[in-house]
C-alpha cells in the first residue's frame, strides 16, 4: 500500500471564511455595546448632577432592583442568554455608572478644595499687612 503523498494547504487568499465572519460580526457588536454604555454613562453622570442640585440621594435601592427586572424581562425566550447571564450583565453596567459618578464626585470636591485655597490666598494677599 503506497502511501498518499500529503499536499500543503493552499491558504484561500482574500476570501474570509465563516468564522473570519462570524467574528467581525461580533467585533462590531462589541464595538456598539462599548459605546452604548458609554452614552448611558454619561446619562448617568447628568442624572447624579441633577440629584445633587436637587438635594436627593444618589443611592436609591428600588430603582436598583427595576432596573435588574428590566434587564432580566428583556432576555428574549429564545435566547441561550440565561435570565442569570443578564442580572450580572446589568450589575457590571451600573458599577461603571457608580464608579464614573464616584470620579465625578472627587473631581467636584477636590475642584472646590481647589478653589477655596485660591480664594483664601486671594484674600491674604488683599489683606494689607499688619505695621
Known amino acids: 500500500m503506497a ?5 500543503p494547504i493552499e491558504p484561500v487568499a482574500d476570501t474570509p471564511d465563516q468564522l473570519d ?3 467581525g460580526q461580533v467585533d ?3 464595538e456598539q455595546i462599548v459605546a452604548l454604555v458609554s452614552e448611558r454613562t454619561a446619562l448617568t ?3 447624579g448632577e441633577e440629584k445633587e ?3 436627593i440621594t444618589t443611592m436609591v435601592p428600588g430603582r436598583h432592583t427595576e432596573v435588574i427586572g428590566r434587564y432580566m424581562g428583556a432576555v428574549p425566550e429564545d435566547s441561550p442568554m440565561v435570565p442569570g447571564d443578564a442580572v450580572e450583565l446589568g450589575e457590571t453596567i451600573m458599577r461603571i455608572s457608580r464608579r464614573a459618578q464616584d470620579v465625578q464626585r472627587r473631581a467636584a470636591a477636590l475642584a472646590a478644595d481647589q478653589t477655596r485655597s485660591e480664594l483664601a ?7 494689607p499687612p499688619a505695621n
Not at 502511501?3 to 499536499?7: F, I, V
Not at 490666598?121 to 489683606?127: R, S
Open 3 to 7: 502511501a498518499e503523498e500529503l499536499r
Open 21 to 23: 465572519l462570524l467574528r
Open 28 to 30: 462590531g457588536l462589541d
Open 45 to 47: 453622570l447628568a442624572i
Open 53 to 55: 442640585r436637587r438635594g
Open 121 to 127: 490666598g486671594l484674600a491674604e494677599q488683599a489683606v
